[in-house]
């Protein structure tokens, strides 16, 4: 699971923007965040879909462990070759 990756859904987040106003609107990317915009993704319908690239990356690496500690099988993406 990269950490670019929506770990709910799997599809590809990407950097929120963010308004700034000197003079004029610019629009301009949050780097330290990523966020879910697929419709459908369980993230994006309960209103949380942005999240900090540190606590995604954590979350990413320790959720596959976590599962096959469990259940004793890696998750299905990653037991892919």
């Known amino acids: 699971m990269a950490s670019q990756t929506c770990i709910y859904c799997y599809q590809k987040s990407?950097?929120?923007k963010a308004m700034l106003t000197k003079n004029?609107?610019?629009?301009?990317e949050i780097k330290g965040a990523l966020m879910c915009v697929n419709?459908?993704?369980v993230a994006v319908k309960s209103g949380k879909s942005a999240k900090?690239?540190?606590?995604?990356?954590s979350l990413?690496?320790?959720l596959p462990g976590?599962?096959?500690?469990?259940i004793g099988s890696p998750l299905p993406p990653s037991a892919q070759p």
Do not use: F
């Open 14 to 16: 990407c950097h929120p």
């Open 24 to 28: 004029k609107r610019v629009s301009q």
């Open 39 to 41: 419709p459908k993704c």
């Open 52 to 57: 900090s690239q540190d606590a995604l990356s």
């Open 60 to 62: 990413a690496i320790g």
């Open 66 to 70: 976590l599962i096959r500690c469990l």
